[in-house]
C-alpha cells in the first residue's frame, strides 16, 4: 500500500492546476473580447443581413458632393489677420488655439449665411453628374447647422449654444430639402469629436483649465445618440450617416456605437454608414471603406469604398487656397477611383454667405459637361480588369470595356492584353464611327479617331464576348506611392539655420559635425506607415547611429560598413496620423547622433513606402 502524499504536496498541485485553468480562462476571455470587438456593426442585428440591398443605389451612383459649410467657414482660415496655411481650414479653431467661447463670440455674427441659395447648390451638382451629397451637420467645433432641441445645443454656458442658423431657418433641413427634389440621394456628416461640450473626449476649449473639469463620457455619449436621432427622424428618408472619426483610443463603443446603431437601423431601415465608429480609414467594420484625399492604389477589395477629395487643399473655405487643381488633374482623381472601384465625393466650402467659389463652380460645370456625354461609363460600373495603363483609366459594365484616354499614344493606337473577341469599338462622343480592331500577339490593338473634337478624357467603348480575359500584363510603369526624398533636395542645417554642405552627388562627406542635421519639407496625402528604404554610399569602414523623424514618430538607425560601394537599407517604420495629412508640409529630419568613423555616409535619397 503506497503512501498517501503529504497535504502541503496535495495543495501545492491543486494550486498549479488552478491557475492553469485560470490561465486557460483569462486566454479565452482575451480572444473572446478582441474577436467580438472586431465584428462588423459592433455585432447588431440588422445590418449585415440588409447590406446587398441597402447598397445598391451606391454602387450605382459612383458620385457624390461633399459639403463642408460651417462656423469655420466666416474665419476664411485666418485669425486675428493671421493666415493659416494648414490646408484644413476647419481645423481653424485647433490650429490658432482658440478656446470655444471667443471663437463663438467671433465667428457667429460673420456667419450670416446671406447668399445662401440651396436650389442653386443642389442643381450645380445635378449638372455635374452628381448622384448623392453628403452635408456637415456638425463638424468637430460642436456647432450644428441644424436645430438641434439638445439643452446643451440650445443654451450652455460655453458658447451659448450649437445651432447657427439663422433666426427662423434651418440650413441644414432646407439644403437637404432642395437635393430631395432633384432625385438626389442625401447625407449628413456629424463628426464624433467636440471641442466645446464639457464631456467630451477631446474638448479643447473649456473656459476652466482641465484640471477643473471631470467630463462625464456617458453624459455625451447620450448627447451624440440623442442628436443622431435628431437627424434621423426630424428629416425624412437619410441615405447615408457619415460620422468621422475614430482612433485607436476613441472608437466603437467609446461612442456607444451599439445602442446607436440598434436603433439607426430601425429608424433608417436603408441607411449607409461609413466605418469612421472606428478606427483606420480602411476598416471594415462599416458599410464603405473612407480614404480621404488619397487613392488606395488597388482600390480595396472586399468591401466598398469612397474617396473623398477636394478641389483646390481645404474642405473648409479658406479666402487664401488658391491651390484650385486642374480641371485634367480633378479628372484624373476621379476617373482613377471609379476604375478602382470606388465612389468620388468632391468637396465644395462654401463661404461665410453661403456662396460657392466661382473656381469650384467652374470645375463643376466643365465636369458636367464631360459627364453628359460619357455617364455610361461611370454609372454602374466596375473596377478595370487591367492594371495601370499609360494613356488612362478603364471602367466596365457586363459585355462592355471604357477605355478613358488622357494621353494620346503616339502611334494613335491603344493596345490592350486582351484575349476576348471585340465585337464593336466606338468613342461614346461618336457612337458611329467604329474604330478598327486588330489582333496581336495576346493583344488587341484599337485605332483611335484621328480627329476627336471633345473634352477629354475620350471614351472608347468595346463591346466584347464574354468576361474580360487578360493576358500576362506588366506592372504599372510608374510606382506613383513610393515618396523619394533626393539627399540634394535637403537643407542641411544646424542651430543657427541653414548650412552650405550638400552637393549633387549627395551629401557632402564632411558633414560630421553632431550639431548639423537634414531636413525634407514633403506632404503626404495618406495617413498610415511607411517603411523607410535610404540608399547611399561608401568609400572607407564607417561607423555611426542617425536618427530619423517625421510627425510624432522617431527611431534610431545604426550603420556599420566595412566595405565600399553603394548601399540600400531597410532602417524603420514611420506612422504619419490622419491629423497630420491636415498640415501644410511635413518635415522629416535625420539627425546624426554619433559618429566612430572619420568620414560620413553619402547619401543618395531616403524612400518611404506605404505599407
Not at 481650414?89 to 465667428?107: D, H, K, R
Not at 467609446?254 to 465608429?277: C, E, H, M, S
Request: glycine letters at 8%; proline letters at 5%; charged letters at 25%.
Amino acid at each position: 500500500m503506497a503512501l498517501a502524499p503529504p497535504r502541503h504536496f496535495l495543495f501545492e498541485i491543486t494550486m498549479v492546476y488552478i491557475k492553469k485553468i485560470v490561465v486557460v480562462f483569462v486566454f479565452f476571455t482575451l480572444a473572446f473580447c478582441a474577436l467580438a470587438q472586431t465584428q462588423p456593426y459592433e455585432g447588431v442585428p440588422g445590418w449585415t443581413s440588409t447590406k446587398d440591398r441597402r447598397m445598391e443605389w451606391f454602387k450605382e451612383a459612383r458620385f457624390g458632393m461633399f459639403i463642408h459649410w460651417g462656423l469655420y467657414s466666416a474665419a476664411e482660415g485666418y485669425w486675428k489677420n493671421k493666415k493659416y496655411t494648414q490646408h484644413y481650414a476647419e481645423w481653424i479653431q485647433n490650429w490658432a488655439g482658440v478656446s470655444s467661447t471667443e471663437y463663438a463670440a467671433v465667428l457667429k455674427p460673420k456667419f450670416t449665411a446671406a447668399k445662401f441659395k440651396p436650389r442653386y447648390w443642389a442643381k450645380l451638382a445635378k449638372e455635374a453628374g452628381m448622384r448623392y451629397m453628403v452635408l456637415t451637420a456638425r463638424h468637430h467645433e460642436g456647432f450644428t447647422l441644424y436645430n438641434s432641441k439638445e439643452p446643451y445645443a440650445i443654451n450652455n454656458s460655453i458658447t451659448g449654444g450649437t445651432n447657427i442658423s439663422p433666426k427662423g431657418r434651418d440650413l441644414y433641413g432646407e439644403t437637404i430639402a432642395a437635393f430631395k427634389d432633384q432625385g438626389l440621394k442625401t447625407g449628413a456628416y456629424y463628426s464624433l469629436l467636440d471641442w466645446q461640450h464639457p464631456d467630451s473626449y477631446h474638448t479643447m476649449g473649456r473656459s476652466k483649465s482641465p484640471g477643473e473639469v471631470k467630463p462625464e463620457h456617458q453624459v455625451y455619449k447620450n448627447y451624440l445618440y440623442n442628436q443622431i436621432r435628431e437627424l434621423s427622424t426630424n428629416y425624412g428618408k437619410m441615405d447615408v450617416l457619415w460620422v468621422d472619426f475614430s482612433a485607436k483610443n476613441n472608437e466603437g463603443e467609446a461612442w456607444g456605437t451599439k445602442r446607436i446603431l440598434t436603433d439607426l437601423i430601425k429608424w433608417q431601415p436603408d441607411v449607409i454608414i461609413n466605418n469612421r465608429f472606428w478606427d483606420g480609414l480602411e476598416n471594415k467594420n462599416g458599410d464603405i471603406g473612407t480614404p480621404e484625399k488619397y487613392i488606395p492604389s488597388t482600390g480595396l477589395p472586399g468591401m466598398d469604398w469612397e474617396v473623398n477629395h477636394t478641389i483646390n487643399e481645404s474642405y473648409g473655405y479658406s479666402a487664401h487656397d488658391k491651390n484650385w487643381k486642374s480641371y485634367d488633374k480633378m479628372m484624373r482623381l476621379f476617373l482613377e477611383t471609379v476604375s478602382k472601384g470606388g465612389n468620388f465625393l468632391l468637396n465644395i466650402g462654401p463661404d461665410r454667405e453661403g456662396s460657392i467659389p466661382d473656381t469650384a463652380v467652374n470645375i463643376l460645370r466643365q465636369i458636367g459637361e464631360w459627364m453628359k456625354v460619357n455617364k455610361e461609363a461611370i454609372y454602374g460600373t466596375t473596377a478595370s480588369p487591367f492594371q495601370k495603363m499609360d494613356w488612362g483609366f478603364c471602367t466596365q459594365k457586363p459585355g462592355k470595356l471604357y477605355l478613358e484616354v488622357f494621353d494620346m499614344p503616339k502611334d494613335g493606337q491603344i493596345k490592350l492584353p486582351l484575349s476576348n473577341r471585340i465585337n464593336s469599338a466606338y468613342a461614346l462622343k461618336n457612337r458611329d464611327a467604329k474604330l478598327n480592331v486588330s489582333n496581336l500577339d495576346k493583344a488587341k490593338a484599337i485605332s483611335l479617331p484621328n480627329h476627336f473634337k471633345g473634352k477629354l478624357p475620350m471614351v472608347i467603348v468595346l463591346e466584347i464576348t464574354g468576361k474580360p480575359e487578360v493576358s500576362l500584363q506588366p506592372g504599372p510603369t510608374k510606382n506613383t506611392n513610393n515618396i523619394v526624398l533626393l539627399a540634394n533636395q535637403a537643407e542641411l542645417r544646424n542651430e543657427k539655420g541653414i548650412k552650405k554642405g550638400i552637393n549633387d552627388g549627395g551629401v557632402n562627406p564632411s558633414w560630421i559635425d553632431i550639431n548639423d542635421y537634414l531636413t525634407w519639407d514633403l506632404k503626404i496625402q495618406k495617413p498610415g506607415k511607411y517603411k523607410v528604404l535610404i540608399q547611399y554610399r561608401t568609400k572607407e569602414p564607417i561607423e555611426g547611429t542617425w536618427g530619423i523623424s517625421l510627425d510624432k514618430t522617431n527611431f534610431e538607425m545604426r550603420i556599420n560598413e566595412d566595405t565600399p560601394g553603394n548601399k540600400q537599407k531597410d532602417v524603420g517604420v514611420l506612422t504619419v496620423s490622419q491629423n497630420a495629412i491636415g498640415m501644410t508640409s511635413l518635415t522629416l529630419e535625420m539627425k546624426l547622433i554619433s559618429l566612430k568613423s572619420d568620414s560620413m555616409i553619402e547619401l543618395s535619397n531616403i524612400t518611404l513606402i506605404p505599407l
